[in-house]
């Protein structure tokens, strides 16, 4: 049985199955997947007391150009602040640049937010301070498209200290312990074992450098990441995630502990 829902961390996701352009075309404005990103937060924001956190990644960004971006806010309206924030940059290119309000791609170069996967999540403090710090999402940055990974997640689990001890055994120097960054820790250390185990496969078979990289954000599997780094966690959870290749991921404790929802049609996947 889940838990009765209430004021405990909520958690939103948003991939958008139409390139921006769709949109654009569809419902005259660049801003679909922000306005029901905030849809979706401000029905749960009762659950988000302590501060607010949103994500998004551009999918096929060109090199040269920021491709997943995080706005956090601690004020006492976070969510207002956020999408005040969001919102303001779109209207200045409306009023100011009218023909590069509907160019998508140069919506997806020039402003934030103007990617295909969205992710929010509205924080209930159990731990640490109400400080900007302690908002998901948290973000584990790389160079390689495959190995940066943002997550924000509802999490209450009860073995922290054997989670800490499994990451220095993986000869990590965590610099918390805390179940967040334990979470975090121990999915990007299997997917960095999933890339490292690609880049291998690949590297003896002629392919050069970037091209065994494509690859790699090609065929990786987070399943197989996540059946790996969700083993021995004991507690309840519902996460959400986004990979930099594009590939976006829930997962939720194996007794169902913490509830969650997903919706799909063909524009939208929602959790």
């Given at each position: 049985?889940?838990d009765?829902?209430?004021?405990?961390?909520?958690i939103?996701?948003?991939?958008?199955?139409?390139?921006?352009?769709?949109?654009?075309?569809?419902?005259?404005?660049?801003?679909y997947?922000?306005?029901?990103?905030?849809?979706?937060?401000?029905?749960?924001?009762?659950?988000?007391?302590?501060?607010?956190?949103?994500a998004?990644?551009?999918?096929?960004?060109r090199?040269?150009f920021?491709?997943?971006?995080?706005?956090?806010?601690?004020?006492?309206?976070p969510?207002?602040e956020?999408?005040?924030?969001?919102?303001?940059r779109?209207?200045?290119?409306?009023?100011?640049?009218?023909?590069?309000?509907?160019?998508?791609?140069?919506l997806?170069?020039n402003?934030?937010?103007?990617?295909?996967?969205?992710?929010g999540?509205?924080?209930?403090?159990?731990?640490?301070?109400?400080?900007?710090d302690?908002?998901?999402p948290?973000?584990?940055?790389?160079?390689?498209?495959?190995?940066?990974?943002?997550?924000?997640?509802?999490?209450?689990?009860?073995?922290v200290?054997?989670?800490?001890?499994?990451?220095?055994s993986?000869?990590?120097?965590?610099?918390e312990?805390?179940?967040?960054?334990?979470?975090?820790?121990?999915?990007g250390?299997?997917?960095?074992v999933?890339?490292?185990?690609?880049?291998?496969e690949?590297?003896?078979?002629?392919?050069?450098?970037?091209?065994?990289?494509l690859?790699?954000?090609?065929?990786?599997?987070?399943?197989?990441?996540?059946?790996?780094?969700?083993?021995g966690?004991?507690?309840?959870?519902?996460?959400?995630?986004?990979?930099?290749?594009?590939?976006?991921?829930?997962?939720?404790?194996?007794?169902?502990?913490?509830?969650?929802?997903?919706y799909?049609?063909?524009?939208?996947?929602?959790?």
């Open positions: 049985m889940s009765f829902i209430g004021h405990e961390c909520g939103a996701l948003i991939r958008l199955r139409k390139p921006l352009s769709y949109f654009i075309e569809r419902y005259g404005t660049p801003t997947g922000i306005n029901k990103l905030y849809l979706l937060m401000e029905k749960q924001h009762n659950r988000g007391q302590d501060g607010a956190g949103v998004n990644l551009v999918i096929d960004q090199p040269g920021p491709y997943l971006i995080r706005q956090r806010s601690t004020s006492n309206q969510l207002v956020i999408f005040e924030k969001l919102g303001s779109f209207n200045r290119v409306q009023r100011n640049q009218k023909t590069k309000y509907k160019n998508s791609q140069w997806k170069e402003v934030p937010f103007a990617g295909e996967v969205f992710l999540h509205l924080r209930y403090g159990t731990h640490g301070k109400n400080a900007l302690f908002c998901h948290f973000i584990r940055r790389s160079n390689w498209r495959s190995r940066n990974l943002a997550l924000a997640g509802n999490f209450n689990m009860t073995n200290d054997e989670l800490f001890d499994q990451l220095i993986f000869g990590q120097h965590p610099k312990k805390t179940d967040t960054i334990t979470v975090l820790e121990k999915i250390h299997f997917l960095d999933e890339n490292l185990r690609l880049w291998d690949y590297q003896g078979k002629g392919f050069t450098d970037h091209e065994i990289a690859l790699i954000e090609d065929e990786l599997n987070m399943q197989t990441v996540l059946k790996r780094a969700c083993k966690f004991d507690g309840g959870y519902a996460m959400i995630g986004i990979i930099g290749n594009g590939t976006s991921f829930v997962a939720r404790d194996p007794a169902g502990i913490r509830p969650a929802y997903y799909a049609n063909d524009e939208v996947i929602v959790i």
